[in-house]
């Protein structure tokens, strides 16, 4: 039986209702239209990778899980026809909504990315393609896997996920702060696990946790979601030890 995908992402909308209204911050207070630390150049590196790697795939139904200020709406909204893009913060959901507009098929809801909710049927095996895009380098160590086991229950058969985190070229994965101002930042200040931890948990305005992963530390994380690697790729590096990463996967 075909579902349609209006009947589909009303179901999904219906379910949402039910999620935590736990109140998240994310801790950036400039709320801009631009994101931490990501410059156009950074964003246009960001971008051309993406589409290399997404290629042409269209399809019915998109999830843009920790959307932020909803940068990447409009090229989801052009490829699939549906696109729920869902966030943790009020405050930056409701930015995304004045500037991306809201309409049947583009929607911005208040989730967090672990929350159960996304585990009901009524998401499972539903999206055509989901991105998580620098997101879980900034949430609590036992959240990032259950969240992208959750996408991953999500993701329709062979469809793809993209997933881009914060790297680091070590042999394992390292953890640091960013503090933040209305005027600027300081980034890269090493932290121990437990401090990254505190700091997710807790999400003071002004200090951003950042876990910048190795290479072991997506794939672990990767292969713990049940997600099968296609492609990995560093991106905006900016020091020996420092970039992003991007890569494919699917279920
Ligand atoms: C660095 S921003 C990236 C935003 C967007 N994906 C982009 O690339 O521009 C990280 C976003 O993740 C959201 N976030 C952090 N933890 C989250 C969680 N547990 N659930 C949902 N969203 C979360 C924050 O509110 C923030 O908007």
Known sequence: MTVDTAELMAAILERLQTASTAAYQYPDPR??????AASQQQRDEET????????????????????GLGVHTPRLRER???????????????????????????????????????????????FSFIQCMQVLGHVPIAAQATALRLLA????????????VPFTNGLGDEFCKT??????????????VAEFDALARAATSGVLPVHHFSVA?????????????????????VGPTRADVMLLARR
């Open 217 to 237: 530390g997506v794939q672990r994380l990767v292969r713990q979601a049940g997600l099968r690697m296609e492609h990995m790729e560093v991106y905006n590096t």
């Open 153 to 164: 229950g999500m993701l329709a058969d062979g469809a793809p996920l993209v997933l881009a």
């Open 179 to 192: 503090l933040l101002t209305a005027d600027g930042m300081s980034d890269g200040i090493p932290i121990p």
């Open 80 to 126: 699939y026809s549906h696109v729920l893009s869902v966030d943790g913060d009020p405050a930056r959901l409701a930015v995304a909504r004045s500037v991306w507009g809201e309409t049947a098929s583009g929607v911005f809801r208040c989730v967090r990315l672990d929350d159960p909710v996304l585990g009901e049927p009524a998401f499972a095996g539903r």
């Open 31 to 36: 709320h801009g239209p631009q994101d931490v």
């Open 48 to 67: 051309d990778l993406w589409n290399s790697l997404v290629g042409t795939h269209t399809g019915a139904l998109a999830l843009d899980a920790g959307c």
